[in-house]
């Protein structure tokens, strides 16, 4: 989700939050962004992660189940440099189905400790079987040229008087 900010100075320290409901009365998650680092806080099921771009604060959040479809609010509060600015989004409606069609973290796990082979990654026999024919095979019809040329050449040199 995008949380988007202006001011005149590029903000050194601001606390960005994130509220459930139209009115943003349930707070989901609340982190503390500083130009060197990001500090997490969240409750016990979600968890949120920061990162600061120009004008703007990514946020991204783990944790939401189907019951969470609703709208959600960013809040973002500049503490440094001052003037102190509290700042508040329009709203994103979220929705999260209940039973997501992604991987889960055990079959994430799996497909990385075994990736699928594919023909890009390995050369396969029948490559190497296929380029052996042509080359033998080309071989052959060069080496047929040079013995029927000869005999050609005769043949012209007979039929002229």
Excluded at 86 to 107: A, W
Excluded at 114 to 135: D, M, R, Y
Aim: net charge positive; aromatic share 8%.
């Amino acid at each position: 989700m995008h949380c988007i900010f202006k001011t005149k100075i590029q903000p050194q320290e601001m606390q960005v939050s994130l509220y459930k409901g139209l009115y943003g009365k349930e707070r989901i998650c609340s982190t503390s962004v500083n130009i060197s680092y990001s500090q997490l806080e969240t409750n016990e099921r979600v968890h949120c992660r920061a990162n600061v771009s120009n004008g703007r604060v990514d946020l991204t959040i783990f944790g939401l189940k189907g019951e969470d479809t609703d709208i959600y609010r960013c809040r973002v509060d500049i503490i440094f440099p001052p003037p102190y600015l509290r700042q508040f989004g329009n709203g994103t409606l979220v929705y999260i189905p209940e039973s997501p069609d992604c991987p889960t973290s055990k079959t994430e796990a799996r497909i990385q400790e075994k990736p699928e082979i594919t023909p890009v990654q390995t050369p396969t026999s029948n490559l190497f079987l296929l380029c052996a024919i042509l080359i033998i095979t080309t071989l052959i019809l060069i080496l047929q040229v040079r013995r029927v040329q000869p005999s050609i050449s005769l043949r012209k040199v007979m039929l002229w008087p």
